[in-house]
């Protein structure tokens, strides 16, 4: 399996998360680059900017490091870049766009001059919905992008949710929280049945 296929369909669970050597190799080249300037490869600078304050709401840095921390939004620029295909590239291009329009016409100022507050306030629009909404949104982003009506809604949608997925997939699979946050133990020993987390101290990283 290539890592373009690797990725796409590699399951996760939050707290439960299996990451493989190669999706390893690729987050560790993330972290390589921590000491240059965040330079995007496939989005412009306005939607940097973006994706680093929407992934900064979902993992922020606490008593614990952030998803900003582990470089999430150079991450997930990295696999738009090199894992996913043109057309995955142009739904969430889209996406950016609709969702900056949405911005731009909700507060009256430019993107860029956006504050955390004003993105927490738009991001909770889209998810702050009924369980019976929430049942449509699935059925809508299991349809091919030309079977819809509503373009602009799918788009975001696939947006936002693309960037939650990768953002906890990158966090949980990062070297930094496998290590500091997780528990790591690359020796583990005989398999024991049953033990409870306090004894570990916390859910195990690999």
Not at 6 to 35: D, R
Not at 183 to 197: K, M, Q, W
Request: hydrophobic share 40%.
């Amino acid at each position: 399996m290539n890592r373009r296929d690797l990725l796409k369909t590699t399951p996760f669970w939050l707290g439960s998360v299996i990451a493989t050597p190669a999706i390893m190799q690729l987050l560790t080249s993330c972290s390589q680059k921590e000491n240059l300037s965040w330079k995007p490869l496939l989005l412009d600078n306005k939607q940097a900017f973006v994706l680093e304050n929407i992934v900064d709401i979902i993992v922020p840095a606490s008593k614990t490091i952030g998803a900003l921390d582990v470089n999430i939004p150079k991450f997930i620029d990295l696999i738009l870049k090199d894992v996913f295909f043109e057309n995955e590239q142009q739904i969430f291009l889209k996406g950016a766009q609709y969702f900056k329009t949405k911005f731009e016409a909700m507060f009256k100022k430019e993107v860029e001059n956006g504050s955390r507050e004003d993105f927490l306030h738009l991001i909770s629009i889209f998810f702050k919905i009924s369980a019976d909404q929430q049942r449509q949104i699935f059925e809508l982003l299991n349809k091919a992008e030309d079977k819809v009506k509503n373009k602009e809604l799918y788009c975001i949608y696939k947006y936002l949710t693309f960037i939650r997925h990768y953002t906890l997939f990158g966090y949980y699979t990062s070297e930094s929280v496998g290590k500091e946050i997780l528990h790591y133990d690359p020796i583990p020993g005989s398999y024991l049945a049953c033990v409870s987390l306090s004894d570990i101290g916390n859910v195990s990283s690999i």
